[in-house]
């Protein structure tokens, strides 16, 4: 059974059960009971029209949960009235579907998980497990979150920018868990581009795209991290890379560019290098500099800084270092490698070391710890000669 | 999105203003207390944000490999041990100050005369996954 075909017919499905007057809450609880059954009985015996069978089934578990609620007066007037054809839901339903899972009152956690249930057709449980807290505190976060929303119409265009948020916040929570998180931030993420054609959520696409592609060389069989500069290139998907590479291209012809479409420029660049010495740093750190300008946050100057120690040189590097807030995440981490690169080893080992003690994840940390242990190493190799 | 321990202490946390122990509190203000972190623990539940709470004994001892077909060693407990843990509760937060306005609320768990008893929490972040976009 075609479980990516069920999951990506949930958006649609729950946007014809609420035009049929099913409130939202509800209509999510049925559609998640038809994609259940769904499960249980495609496999013996497929439907020759998938969304048709949902649509069928997810209205009758509605009509059952309604029938047991005590709203009786209005499950009659469900019941007794067939559903009104209306108009065939569109594109836009599932965009609108979208910004509701996105709305500005739900906090990022209950924004990230409404998405992924009412637009990705996750089971709460898939979900628990991905962000490793308990199944009932995940139901209750969804529940809360569609109490929240409850009182939003569907029929009002939402902010963009906020659904592009939530669904960068899922790809960025990594491989924890069985889910794959960053595969279902993708679906989501071309699910959406295919109903806006705003030219960030192709920039979105495209970035995500283009850091996936480099997965399988960024962790060592050893499970540490592996750099960029000493990623196996060759174990990059190159389809992937095209494909995100084409998508940037065509919403930067739109000229009008975003946030995520410079950070796309950026991976687009590294993943266009044969080697890491081929970089096209100069590049790289003008569209750094275009970000600052969209964005003024001190993490892309950071990364800037990074750029400039490799396009420049470290001296210039560590200049452009020294504008910065000392206290910003992974400021150790970058000022230990720009001294290391300077040839100040004993710097950087110690450096290195602060850093991983202010790491804020495992393999960063022991990768971290392992820099500083290297540089030691050779250090005291230098003194024993 | 981001986990955080909330740790209690036996032993160690600073010692709070107006201290008392809990063995001079009226049974009454015990049964308070227990019922003020249920309460805690199932609002947390319902806003979605809970992921554990445990208790742990006072007694343990500490334990290391002593070599190839050796049983481990035993030592221990110590009684100078200056860091006890009392237990912990783990919560999945929005963010920092939302941990912080955790942790304060968990302190005002009230004690002798129903009075908040101030206890000092120690508050630790989880280490994450690495985030998938670093550069």
Redesign the interface.
């Known amino acids: 059974m075609d479980e990516a075909l069920l999951r990506s017919l949930t958006p649609s499905v729950l946007t014809v059960l609420v035009r049929r007057g099913a409130d939202f809450a509800a209509a999510e609880d049925a559609v998640q009971d038809a994609l259940v059954e769904a499960v249980r009985v495609w496999p013996d015996d497929p439907p020759r029209d998938a969304k048709g069978w949902l649509v069928t089934v997810a209205w009758r578990k509605f009509l059952d949960a309604t029938r047991a609620d005590t709203a009786r007066r209005r499950r009659e007037d469900l019941v007794e009235e067939e559903p009104a054809p209306g108009p065939a839901p569109s594109v836009d339903d599932t965009l609108q579907l979208y910004f509701l899972c996105a709305h500005p009152s739900l ?4 924004a ?2 409404l998405t992924l249930r009412a637009v990705g057709g996750l089971t709460t449980r898939q979900i628990a497990q991905a ?4 199944e ?7 529940s ?1 979150a569609k109490r929240t929303v409850s009182g939003t119409r569907l029929d009002r265009p939402g902010d963009v920018a906020t659904v592009l948020r939530v669904l960068y ?1 899922v ?6 868990g069985d889910l794959d998180l ?1 595969a279902e931030a993708i679906r989501l993420t071309r699910q959406l581009a295919a109903v806006s054609d705003h030219p960030e959520v192709a920039g979105l696409l495209a ?1 995500m795209l283009l ?2 592609a480099r997965r399988a060389a960024r962790i060592a069989p050893d499970g540490g ?1 592996v750099p ?1 500069a000493e990623q196996d290139r060759g174990r990059w998907d190159t389809g992937a890379i095209a494909e995100g590479v084409r998508i940037l291209q065509a919403a930067l012809a739109r000229d009008r560019l975003g946030e995520f479409q410079a ?1 796309a420029a ?2 687009a660049l ?1 993943a266009d290098a044969p080697t890491a010495a081929e970089t096209d740093w100069v590049q790289i750190v003008e569209w750094y500099d275009e970000l600052a300008r969209l964005t003024d946050s001190p993490v892309v100057r950071l ?1 800037r800084a ?1 750029a400039v120690g490799e396009a420049d040189g470290p001296r210039a590097g560590l200049a452009a270092l020294a504008e910065l807030d000392g206290t910003l995440p992974r400021y150790a981490a970058v000022s230990a490698y720009l001294h290391e690169r300077a040839g100040d080893l004993r710097t950087a080992a110690r450096l290195y070391t602060e850093a991983a003690g202010k ?7 022991d990768h971290l710890t392992r820099q500083a242990a290297r540089l030691n190493t050779r250090l005291h190799a230098g003194l024993d000669a | 999105m981001a986990k955080y321990l909330m740790l209690k202490h036996y032993r160690g946390a600073p010692c709070p203003e107006g201290f008392v122990p809990m063995d001079q509190w009226t049974p009454e203000e015990i049964s308070a207390h227990v019922q003020y972190m249920h309460d805690f623990a199932a609002k947390l539940e319902k806003t979605g944000e809970f992921v554990d709470a445990q208790g742990l004994a006072p007694e343990g001892v500490w334990v290391r490999y002593d070599g190839e077909g050796r049983p481990p060693v035993t030592d221990g407990p110590f009684a100078e041990t200056k860091d006890l843990i009392a237990g912990w509760m783990v919560i999945d937060v929005d963010n920092y100050e939302r941990a912080l306005e955790l942790a304060g609320e968990l302190s005002a768990a009230p004690g002798a005369g129903g009075k908040p008893i101030h206890e000092w929490l120690e508050l630790r972040p989880f280490m994450a996954a690495p985030p998938t976009i670093t550069e």
């Open positions: 906090t990022p956690s209950s990230v998980a962000y490793l807290v308990p009932a505190t995940m139901a209750q976060r969804i809360r916040l790809f960025n929570e990594g491989y924890s960053a970035l850091h996936h991290l960029l950070q950026i991976a590294h990364n990074v790491a804020t994840d495992l393999l960063e940390r």
